[in-house]
């Protein structure tokens, strides 16, 4: 039985999560661009929050590995922001 391998994708998102109360248009944007993730068949495993509400949120995902040429793949396209270093 061969072992399952995984890659995995990293999103960041800067969202106001305190304003999102009144925000639907933003909350349907988010959806929208996580199920298209999910269309490609990206699986969500976690979500990090920033220290506060305004800080960037970042999405955790895997999926089977696609090629199985390398025994690890990592990807990261954050979508409008660049991660912030510490």
Not at 17 to 24: F, K, M, R, T, Y
């Amino acid at each position: 039985m061969e072992i399952q391998k995984w890659e995995y994708k990293r999103y960041i998102k800067k969202f106001d999560w305190d304003a999102a109360v009144s925000s639907q248009d933003e909350l349907s944007a988010i959806e929208q661009e996580l199920n298209s993730l999910g269309d490609e068949g990206w699986e969500l495993i976690t979500v990090v929050r920033g220290s506060t509400p305004k800080e960037n949120q970042t999405f955790y995902f895997k999926r089977p590995l696609q090629s199985p040429t390398t025994e690890f793949a990592f990807t990261s396209e954050p979508i409008g922001l660049q991660p912030t270093r510490y």
